[in-house]
């Protein structure tokens, strides 16, 4: 298994430019969550999905963030317009939700850098 | 509502010496608890887990015990290497399967 894939892993852009970060689950996992890690506030929760759908997006900070789940295998979190405080690493973490162990498996994550 | 509370870092030791990283959690009931660890430039990793109380979680020597009565997840090694340098992360799991971490904790060894 190729575990959870992200792309990009490194992304400069400019204030004001549309961001759109990707993530591959792994195979047959039904949960997927969006984390976000910053020195100031550490690791934070911005949205997760159960079998496709969002089932709590009180973490993401505000309307510019949003986050899709259009089939089982795919997941896109976007941000329009960028900010430079939305510069930080942002992590996809995937598991079998129902499998009763809460074990998150963690891709490499997204390094976004807003100038 | 549920939190985890670890201790600041960094810690640096040196090679060989014995290491614990504390971390207390803030639940109802009584969730499985968890160890995760973050080398530089990539993802967090799992490092162990624990589901009930009084369980010990253990891998690559490292080792933490399950405490309800002092809500505590300690985070032990008898001797470190310079290969365990990381940042580790205490976590609580929550009831949808989502995890709620700690904010981490630097830790160097020296040579």
């Known amino acids: 298994d190729a575990g959870v894939i992200q792309s990009p892993r490194h992304e400069v852009t400019e204030m004001g430019q549309e961001v759109t970060l990707r993530c591959k689950p792994i195979?047959?996992?039904?949960?997927l969550f969006w984390y976000r890690q910053t020195m100031m506030r550490g690791l934070e929760l911005l949205i997760y999905?159960?079998?496709?759908?969002?089932i709590d997006d009180s973490g993401m900070p505000e309307d510019r963030f949003s986050a899709k789940m259009p089939n089982a295998s795919f997941s896109t979190l976007k941000i329009q317009p960028s900010e430079p405080r939305d510069s930080a690493v942002y992590f996809c973490?995937?598991?079998?939700w129902g499998s009763g162990a809460n074990v998150l498996t963690f891709g490499a994550g997204s390094r976004l850098t807003v100038l | 509502g549920n939190s985890v509370t670890q201790m600041e870092g960094p810690v640096t030791l040196s090679e060989e010496a014995f290491l614990t990283i504390n971390c207390t959690y803030t639940a109802t009931g009584y969730p499985s608890l968890f160890w995760y660890v973050q080398y530089p430039g990539e993802g967090l990793q799992l490092l162990l887990k624990a589901t009930k109380a009084d369980d010990k979680g253990s891998n690559k020597g490292f080792e933490a015990t399950y405490r309800k009565e002092t809500t505590s997840f300690h985070l032990e090694k008898g001797s470190v290497q310079v290969s365990d340098s990381a940042v580790y992360f205490c976590a609580l799991g929550g009831s949808q399967g989502n995890l709620i971490f700690g904010k981490g904790t630097k830790l160097s060894v020296k040579p």
């Open positions: 999905f159960n079998n496709n759908v969002p």
């Open positions: 195979s047959g996992h039904n949960s």
């Open positions: 973490a995937t598991t079998l």
